[in-house]
């Protein structure tokens, strides 16, 4: 069995965003980097999957963009990838894209299982893994609680906002993660020195085949802040009485 | 614009996150001098079909084999309904029903999608549409460029649609079950009833944070205080990542949106992830015994101690009157 990870390079989350000089984009000069902590969630899954399997699993994450890249695929083999595959870009893509050039490294890898996260914690789209299951006319099960393998494919308990739904799906499938999925291992040091032997193979858009075609196109963008004043209450009665008289919400 | 509602029901009307994309779809279509047409998938509508023909006309995909809302099948109506040019838009309310659902039906139709739009404007034969970006640090004006613009919208960010004053028509459209793709079964859906109202709907919301120890201190401190006020419960990740809560209550970046009246956020530090969900609530009450936590930063009013003394007092206060 082989399962396919495709991984995003986002901001750390713990980090403040700030609009860069451009007006079209965030300012990324201060930021550090991590592996989008969804895709970090598919990671496990898919080595847990093939630490838990009697027959071969390999494990092959994918990420889509530059040579700055280099350090989350890195982080993905420590992780226990087996491989690691760099798409080649020298801009950022839209979901859109991102399916399509996943698209080429399926007919390329022929995975049985997809894993990625539901989401990536930059552009919050949660678009890439439906788009993927589209074009491949592939079963989806998104927003992953937990996953099992069974007779004859997946059976998938998944997020939803009226509680848990649970479906079962044939392989080959794209399974997105949610946060309750698993929580990810931190590599150890004998795996990160392993991990910064092995060769990251490159693949060119032009090798796929593809010219991006973008979507979606960014025409502006501004910061968003809080302008609230906070007045600080020292007892439950100034507070009930606020939200009586003054904000008239109770 | 020729706009494509993909609505939610819950088999006898239209859900209110529904009603709010419609808002949008209406709004769009005046601006453009366009039509609304709503997209009803399921089996047995006929009720839910005169509902929403209340608000716009009516296309309804009623067959058996669309009884669950399974990805595969639903996508594939819905791009054929709004494919081959018959709709320049495909909207629906950014759930998570359309998140896995019409942005499944998204890729069949040439992936030109912006989600949880949050306002818009048609400017110069263009439209642009306004999303937040990096757990809402940011708002991006983005413009979409494909065959089909999908759109899915922040349901609080929207008036609800009004009914109109002459109903719309109803439409059988033909369903070919047999040459439906059929590679997800659906299993089922476990949903805790809480007898409370939905947390995106309800006027005010009573959440609980990490200073909640367990379930039974959840239901005695927020669930008492919510039914007091006739609230919805919420949580942070931090309480369904416990166990605690259900996760259909986290609110957040990756939970639920909302934007209620009164919002109390009770033991919760304010991460950007959980303020991602919330700030946007008209009122917004901290109660935290960190007086530096950032949640006071986004509040209206702030009580700086320990809710496990705290909530009681303000159950008994209010219970007193
Ligand atoms: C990819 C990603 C997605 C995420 N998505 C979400 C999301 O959608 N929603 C979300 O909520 N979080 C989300 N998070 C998690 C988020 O970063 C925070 O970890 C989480 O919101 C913290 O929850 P909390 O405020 O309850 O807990 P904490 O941060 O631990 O805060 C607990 C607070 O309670 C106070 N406190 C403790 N005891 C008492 C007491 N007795 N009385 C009064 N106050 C007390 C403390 O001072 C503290 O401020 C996400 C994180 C990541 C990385």
């Given at each position: 069995m082989k399962i396919l990870v495709p991984t995003k390079r986002v901001p750390d989350t713990d980090q403040r965003i700030r609009v860069a000089a451009d007006g079209l984009s965030i300012d990324t000069s201060m930021l550090p980097f991590v592996v989008n902590p969804f895709d970090a969630i598919a990671l496990e899954e898919a080595?847990?999957?093939s630490e838990e399997s009697s027959q071969p699993v390999e494990v092959v994450a994918v990420g889509v963009g530059g040579d700055e890249y280099e350090e989350q695929l890195r982080t993905a083999l420590a992780m226990g990838a087996e491989r690691a595959l760099l798409v080649e870009t020298d801009r950022p893509v839209d979901p859109w894209n991102v399916a399509r050039l996943l698209v080429k490294v399926v007919e390329r890898e022929s995975p049985n299982l997809i894993i990625m996260g539901k989401q990536a914690v930059d552009d919050d789209a949660n678009q890439a893994g439906q788009f993927l299951a589209a074009l491949l006319d592939w079963p989806q099960a998104t927003f992953a609680s937990k996953v099992e393998l069974v007779e004859g494919g997946l059976r998938v308990d998944r997020e939803t906002d009226a509680g848990i739904e649970t479906v079962r799906v044939s392989l080959p499938a794209v399974v997105t993660t949610d946060l309750r999925l698993n929580e990810p291992r931190y590599a150890s040091l004998p795996s990160i020195m392993r991990a910064k032997k092995k060769t990251i193979e490159r693949l060119s858009c032009e090798e796929l085949g593809l010219t991006i075609e973008p979507r979606i196109?960014?025409?502006?963008m501004e910061g968003t802040s809080s302008d609230r004043q906070c007045e600080r209450v020292d007892s439950v009665d100034e507070l009930i009485d606020r939200l009586r008289n003054v904000a008239e919400v109770i | 614009m020729r706009i494509l509602l993909i609505a939610e029901h819950n088999g006898t009307h239209l859900r209110t996150a529904s009603r709010c994309a419609l808002g949008f779809a209406n709004q769009l279509a005046v601006q453009t001098d366009g039509s609304v047409t709503c997209l009803l998938l399921g089996s047995g509508l006929d009720e839910v079909a005169a509902d929403a023909a209340r608000f716009a006309d009516v296309l309804v995909a009623d067959d058996e084999a669309l009884r669950s809302p399974v990805a595969d099948r639903y996508a594939r109506v819905i791009a054929d309904v709004a494919g081959a040019g018959a709709f320049d838009l495909v909207t629906a309310a950014a759930t998570t029903f359309a998140k896995d659902i019409v942005a499944r039906a998204g890729g069949l139709l040439g992936g030109a999608m912006a989600s949880d739009v949050i306002a818009?404007?048609?400017?110069?034969?263009?439209?642009?549409?306004?999303?937040?970006?990096y757990a809402g640090a940011v708002n991006a004006t983005v413009v979409l460029h494909g065959p089909v613009q999908i759109v899915?919208?922040?349901p609080s960010a929207y008036e609800e649609a009004a009914v109109k004053n002459r109903p719309g028509s109803i439409e059988k459209i033909e369903v070919d079950a047999a040459a439906l793709p059929n590679h997800i079964q659906f299993e089922g859906l476990a949903s805790k009833e809480t007898g409370r109202p939905d947390v995106t709907e309800a006027r005010v919301v009573v959440s609980g944070g990490r200073a909640i120890k367990n379930s039974e201190d959840f239901e005695r401190l927020i669930g008492t205080l919510a039914d007091r006020l006739g609230a919805a419960t919420g949580s942070s990740r931090a309480l369904v990542d416990a166990g605690i809560t259900p996760n259909e209550f986290q609110v957040g970046q990756t939970g639920k949106i909302v934007?209620?009246?009164?919002?109390?956020?009770?033991?919760?530090?304010g991460a950007v992830q959980h303020l991602a969900g919330m700030k946007n609530s008209q009122v917004i009450v901290a109660i935290n015994s960190d007086p530096d936590a950032p949640i006071f930063e986004v509040a209206d009013y702030g009580l700086v101690g320990d809710v496990y003394e705290l909530i009681p007092e303000l159950i008994e206060k209010l219970d007193g009157d």
């Open positions: 080595v847990r999957i196109e960014i025409v502006a | 818009h404007e048609w400017r110069d034969d263009r439209l642009l549409l306004q999303r937040p970006m899915t919208v922040r934007a209620p009246e009164l919002y109390m956020a009770l033991g919760i530090s």
